[in-house]
Structure formats: structure tokens, C-alpha cells
């Protein structure tokens, strides 16, 4: 693969109830579920941090009971986001970074900021919160994710602000959000949201071998040439490879880590 990147796939958090007795086995304490999870699946995208601030001991208790090469992405608090003026964000997004999630080292993957369904696309307000992302955090280079959930966001102007700031835009196979496959940061990041609650793998095989595809693409720094209506007609930056995070995100979210796992599986082999 050469300077092919990294893969990483997961689920959203891993404390669910539906999960017990199904993706957990039978009688697993509650309190030993992260580490279970997190030695069959290699991230998890932890939702938790959107509505209430986390304390560094629980990060680095996480850190802790997963292994070395495991990575959590991190959805940051809602008050950064979820506010009229972006350019006021400043003081949230710091309180945000400097809330202890350095305690996860090595483990600390990108970081989401993910926008109300209702908020639109404005250039300058949104070129200042970008601004406002630190690039650093203890001599950790630090990557963000851009979720927006509104079609004004489908136009050039967004997508040359992201890769101005270097920015991965949140890729979303929804039905109810745009979707932007423009690549424009290091890395990529889709969360993929339509698992199905009559297929046990969330995804069809079918489904799966096609986002495996995607996966291995991206990783090898190419565009899939499937995922129609690109937004700019000006190219990304040329790479090798490029980090991948691919998180199976709501839908029938009780054949979520069963869909994980058998994308996983389809990666191995490929």
C-alpha cells in the first residue's frame, strides 16, 4: 500500500442497550464494554461530548482500557455550534480543546463539529470559526470535521473555505442530509447513516463491498469516480494516502457494530 492511510472503522459511542446480549456477549459487565468494543472495532466516535462536558479523568480512563492503536473521534460540545453568530464561537471552542481531551495522547482522533439542520451557509461567519480552530493541542496536530446539515452548504465557495482551513467535510450517506464527497483536508471522514433494521449486517453486502471500495480509494489519495455531484470543479490536493474514518452512525443502530465488523472483514480481504 506504500503511503496508503490508515483505515479506521467504527460506531457511534458504545454504552446501548440493545447492543447487550447481541453485539456484547451475555452477561458482559457494562463496565467492561468499551474495552470489549474497542478490540473488535479500531475507532468510535463519541457523542456524549456534544451535550455535556466530559472530565479529563474520563478521558483518560478510555485511553486506558483500549489498545494502543485505537482512536476515538470526538463530536465537539454543542455551544460551539449550535449559536446564531459563529464568529462568537472563540471562547467555546477553547473551552472545548482545553477540557481534557489532550488525555487521550495518541488516541485522539479528529474532532467533529457538527451544525444544526437549520443553520445555512454564511462565508464570513463561518471563514471565522474556522479560524478558530486551534491547529495544535500540546504539540498534537489536531483535525476537524465540518458536519453541516443544510443544501446552501452545497456550493464552491464552502468547499474552497474547508480546504483552505484544511478541514475534512463530513461525508453523510443520509436521506435526510446534503451530500458533499469533496475531498478537502489529510483525511476523510463519512458517517454512514441508513443501516437497515431488517438486514443484521445494517448494510447489504452489496452496500458494504461498495464503501470497502470507497474506503481503499480514499486511503490510496483518489476520488471515487461513483459518488456523483462533486461540489467544486477545482481539484483537491494530490496525495499518497489519506487517513479514513468511516463510523455507521443512527439507522437501525442496533446492526451498527454488526456492520462495522463485516466492513472491517471486507477490508482485510480486499
Request: net charge neutral; charged share 25%; hydrophobic share 45%.
Amino acid at each position: 500500500m506504500g503511503d496508503a492511510g490508515r483505515i479506521r472503522v467504527g460506531v457511534g459511542g458504545w454504552s446501548f442497550a440493545p447492543w447487550r446480549n447481541r453485539f456484547y456477549p451475555k452477561g458482559l459487565p457494562h463496565a467492561q464494554e468499551l474495552s470489549f468494543a474497542s478490540r473488535k472495532l479500531t475507532a468510535i466516535e463519541v457523542n456524549a461530548t456534544f451535550y455535556r462536558t466530559q472530565s479529563p479523568q474520563s478521558f483518560r480512563r478510555w485511553a486506558d482500557e483500549t489498545p494502543d492503536d485505537f482512536v476515538f473521534s470526538l463530536k465537539a460540545h454543542r455551544l460551539a455550534t449550535h449559536r446564531k453568530s459563529l464568529a462568537e464561537c472563540a471562547p467555546a471552542i477553547e473551552h472545548f480543546v482545553c477540557s481534557g481531551i489532550a488525555e487521550l495522547g495518541g488516541k485522539l482522533g479528529p474532532i467533529v463539529w457538527q451544525f444544526a439542520a437549520f443553520k445555512q451557509f454564511d462565508a464570513d461567519d463561518f471563514e471565522r470559526f474556522c479560524e478558530a480552530l486551534p491547529k495544535a493541542l500540546e504539540g498534537r496536530p489536531l483535525r476537524h470535521v465540518l458536519e453541516v446539515r443544510h443544501d446552501s452548504f452545497r456550493v464552491a465557495e464552502f468547499v474552497a473555505l474547508a480546504r483552505r482551513y484544511a478541514c475534512a467535510i463530513c461525508l453523510a450517506d443520509s436521506s435526510d442530509y446534503p451530500l458533499i464527497p469533496d475531498l478537502t483536508a489529510d483525511f476523510v471522514y463519512a458517517r454512514l447513516q441508513q443501516s437497515a433494521p431488517d438486514c443484521t449486517t445494517g448494510y447489504d453486502d452489496m452496500a458494504l463491498r461498495l464503501w470497502a471500495k470507497r474506503a481503499a480509494l480514499w486511503s490510496q489519495g483518489k476520488q471515487p469516480t461513483d459518488l456523483a455531484g462533486l461540489i467544486s470543479d477545482a481539484a483537491p490536493e494530490q496525495r499518497a494516502g489519506r487517513d479514513v474514518f468511516v463510523y455507521f452512525i443512527a439507522g437501525a443502530k442496533e446492526n451498527n457494530p454488526a456492520a462495522a465488523a463485516a466492513l472491517i472483514e471486507r477490508l482485510s480481504v480486499a
